[in-house]
């Protein structure tokens, strides 16, 4: 049975939650790695759960490339879509938030509600456009530490994220060890390939190729949305498999009349593109995009703390790790996964490392994984029983089998 | 040692040759697999070496994507560049010129001298731009076989292509088994997957939403360079592989005084891939691009030749077979070699397979490989013996151990 059979895991819901804004780097702001400041600026941030009294219980969740700080839950009695991580978030979920404190912000750069290019720029007045500071994975962090500043958490319980999440995972352990307890990675990369830089490229050329885009100055006109919506296809190529695309769209064709011999969309993974470009333009702005990208070509954890090596950049963490890959993500294959474990271990950190058979390709972290969710749930609760000083508890997920049985596994 | 350390491969050159143009399907027009028809048309070629008085010793080279006739020699003495395949054919090559017939013409739907959307309409005396018929694997060969009528081959010692090429060598195997005495297909596929799908579809939409694309009516205007070089990103990324890349790029920069924090190309594989889009500009029809991608998506032997059977695809075929994939190969992967050659031993066909293990991606099959070589040709060696009922002849390269060790390989 595939670990993806599970179609409804345990757990309940997260329930409401409100997005709310937090203004940092003010008086003193955030210095960045490009040499340039920001400040202030805005954090757009979510929290589920409660603080805990020693305040000892707080995961931080961090988001992949295109994500926001809306994780999990709802934000009002009529919204019928839940945030991008719910079925790993929530009370009885392997996130549980009647025992973590859960905090997931936007990322600066971002345009979810956190300060980025489509934002004003206090010295003119005008969206800061292409004007924006070049932001890396570790100023992301940065800021995300102000924020937990501002929520009087000095110690995380764990920091968790997949994809690009998972590179701001890999940051903070070796950024702040000192505020990291555990560390969770998931289906990411210590250093961004040639080929997941290529990939980027293709997407970013996309845009600036639209004259729409205008070097980035088409706030209050026309969108590059032609451009972005390519890009976005050539990301969601990347997410899927081989394998993936082959058990979900094969040759099927939307019209079972046959071949058109014409150039509207007529196999489904062509109406499937074209589908996810155009939604992506309705939510994402193409500035913020080639930011983004641009912060995932630049990490390289080795480069930023080890002077090229991965042994050296680990030698500066201290926290236990859970690093999950899956079989068929070819954006982030597990090779790169087991580099990073090998260089934890030699550095006698305390790694569990499971490679996830999965056929969805890079974006399995996201869909449901029985195993995923007990190694996450399990490798929490024993951290938080260690850091407390308590006997180990193994989580369960009130009626999976499946789980108590990858129990075992970490 | 690589294979592809082998950077000179002997034989000499096949010299001086034109490009020659003849128009058929005049009078009767080329029944096309929309239900249209085309005709006259025109298709570009070039042969090397002399047809043998029996006419026996044609060899067909069929282009890839965005190939042209001239696979081999030079067009002038001033000419610096070879044909596109000059490391395969010439004389003492495995394609040899000293005893094959080699033709190669440019297929129908392309712009490099055969009838296309960039021709003009003889009903209006405009460019066909997207009024031009879309043609498929199958009406391509079609159009080879009249071309090689003209020349008078009613049989061929073999049809040889790699990628894109492939697919017409098996078209051919399979739609003129008669005509056909061995099938050389390399690096392709007998159906198009959801994967090559999607990134031919990415690469369209590129194009597509091109404002210059106009419709497809650009000619005589500014053409749609920007959509073109996106579109041709696309395709060289998916031409490498994850490890061809990391050797070639890995994280260099173009400036070694590190990272710019801006927009421009630093890393090398973007400067690459820039470049690469703005050479294929110059040289390629973005209608064109849109015609022969729509080709390759069309392509399923199965589903054309055998009520979408393989086995049932290739009982028509009667010739023998060299298949070869390429380890690296993301594209056409080795599981797809791998299935038509199953569903050619179950039609009790003469097979030859190689995996040939190789870190340049689906490239691999234009580039310098002793292996490769010594497998092309001995199989045609071998062929032509067979076919005059002489005893097997192992080809050697002048002086290439490699090659004469592989010859046992076969």
Redesign the interface.
């Known amino acids: 049975m595939s670990e993806y059979e599970v179609e409804s895991l345990s757990g309940g819901s997260a329930g409401r939650v409100e997005k709310r804004f937090v203004t940092l780097g003010d008086p003193e702001p955030l210095g960045l790695?490009?040499?340039r400041s920001l400040g202030p600026f805005t954090l757009a941030y979510e929290t589920w759960g409660d603080l805990s009294p020693a305040r000892d219980n707080c995961v931080l969740i961090c988001h992949a490339l295109t994500g926001d700080s809306h994780a999990a839950g709802y934000y009002s009695e009529e919204d019928r879509k839940p945030g991008w991580w719910d079925i790993m978030i929530g009370p009885g979920k392997p996130i549980d938030t009647t025992k973590y404190f859960v905090v997931c912000s936007n990322v600066i750069g971002g345009c979810m509600g956190s300060t980025g290019p489509s934002s004003l720029n206090p010295a003119t007045g005008a969206p800061w456009a292409?004007d924006f500071?070049?932001v890396t994975m570790g100023d992301m962090v940065k800021a995300q530490k102000l924020l937990l500043d501002h929520l009087g958490v000095s110690r995380l319980l764990a920091v968790v994220g997949g994809s690009v999440g998972g590179m701001q995972v890999l940051e903070w352990a070796v950024r702040y060890p000192g505020m990291v307890a555990a560390a969770i990675p998931l289906a990411t990369t210590c250093?961004?390939?040639?080929?997941a830089?290529?990939?980027n490229?293709?997407a970013?050329?996309?845009i600036?190729?639209?004259?729409a885009w205008n070097g980035g100055n088409y706030y209050g006109a026309a969108l590059p949305e032609?451009?972005l919506?390519?890009a976005r296809?050539?990301g969601h190529?990347t997410y899927?498999?081989?394998e993936a695309?082959?058990k979900?769209?094969?040759?099927s064709l939307q019209d079972r009349c046959g071949?058109s011999?014409?150039?509207e969309?007529e196999?489904q993974?062509?109406s499937y593109?074209?589908h996810q470009?155009r939604k992506f333009v309705e939510r994402f702005d193409a500035n913020a995009f080639?930011y983004m990208t641009?912060a995932a070509?630049?990490f390289?954890l080795q480069?930023a703390w080890g002077d090229g090596s991965l042994v050296n950049a680990f030698a500066r963490a201290a926290c236990r790790f859970l690093v999950v890959s899956f079989t068929s993500d070819?954006l982030y294959?597990t090779y790169q996964s087991k580099a990073m474990v090998q260089a934890m271990k030699k550095n006698g950190l305390d790694v569990s490392f499971c490679e996830i058979t999965a056929d969805l390709g890079h974006d399995a972290f996201l869909l449901p994984s029985a195993r995923l969710n007990s190694l996450v749930g399990n490798f929490l609760a024993v951290t938080q029983a260690r850091e407390r000083g308590a006997p180990p508890v193994s989580w369960t997920a009130p009626g999976a089998d499946a789980a108590r049985e990858d129990a075992h596994a970490l």
Request: aromatic share 14%; with cysteine; proline share 7%.
């Open positions: 790695e490009c040499g292409m500071p070049v250093e961004h390939s040639a080929l830089i290529a990939f490229e293709v970013r050329q996309a600036m190729a639209d004259p032609y451009g919506a390519v296809m050539v190529v899927l498999s081989d695309m082959r979900k769209f094969g040759r071949l011999y014409r150039f969309p196999f993974v062509e593109l074209r470009g080639l641009k070509d630049y390289s480069q070819w294959p």
